[in-house]
């Protein structure tokens, strides 16, 4: 079945540690997205990648950072500069990125940060 | 840049109740307008879409019309189910989504 995976699902963190958050898809789209979705509001873009080696910054894209070495693969990076990276972080991808194109999302990663 | 704004919730309805989930956006060109679903610990799937002016979307008995005279992409259902209970995201598309606050439906049975 194609998809999207996202790993962890649950992710702890101590203040001041950086995290990577996985994604992978193998739907051989070329567009991948990482959203963050705080409780009642909607979702926000962190950064997007419409190609390989190749991503550009979304709204929120401070203290976050990215790499898009393979087609199939999008890992997030939370970094220690992230004031309140405690959030739910959604990983999505679409074939490329025209504005008719579906977005197809992973199960997410809820990250705590303790 | 663009924008959505879209209905408050939560929206509490009784099984076969009417439902309808407003939404109204404001974008530089002519956007494809989404509704996304968002079932309880999950991601976020396609509900239905349109790509032009005047296209109703479809799907599950959920159905949206694209109103360019009014920027709008209203949500409807005749006759919900406790199954829809879900948080529901309207999305202008133009290159990047956007995406509304999401409206949190619970159906009672």
């Known amino acids: 079945d194609g998809g999207i995976t996202q790993s962890p699902k649950y992710l702890f963190r101590k203040e001041g540690q950086n995290v990577t958050l996985s994604c992978e898809q193998n739907?051989?789209?070329?567009?991948m997205y990482w959203y963050r979705q705080d409780p009642g509001q909607g979702l926000r873009l962190i950064y997007y990648?419409?190609?390989?080696?190749?991503?550009q910054k979304g709204d929120i894209a401070e203290g976050y950072s990215v790499s898009r070495e393979k087609k199939e693969s999008f890992p997030l990076t939370v970094t220690s500069a992230q004031k309140n990276p405690t959030a739910f972080y959604l990983c999505?991808?679409?074939?490329?990125?025209?504005?008719?194109?579906?977005?197809?999302f992973g199960p997410g990663t809820r990250l705590t940060v303790l | 840049g663009n924008s959505v704004t879209q209905m408050e919730g939560p929206v509490t309805l009784s099984e076969e109740a009417f439902l309808t989930i407003n939404c109204t956006y404001t974008a530089t060109g002519y956007p494809s307008l989404f509704w996304y679903v968002q079932y309880p610990g999950e991601g976020l799937q396609l509900l239905l879409k349109a790509t032009k002016a005047d296209d109703k979307g479809s799907n599950k008995g959920f159905e949206a019309t694209y109103r360019k005279e009014t920027t709008s992409f209203h949500l409807e259902k005749g006759s919900v189910q406790v199954s829809d209970s879900a948080v529901y995201f309207c999305a202008p598309t133009a290159g990047k989504s956007t995406f509304g606050d999401g409206t949190t439906l619970t159906v009672k049975p």
């Open positions: 999505a991808s679409s074939i490329g990125q025209g504005g008719t194109d579906t977005q197809y």
């Open positions: 990648s419409q190609i390989v080696n190749d991503f």
């Open positions: 739907l051989n789209h070329d567009a």
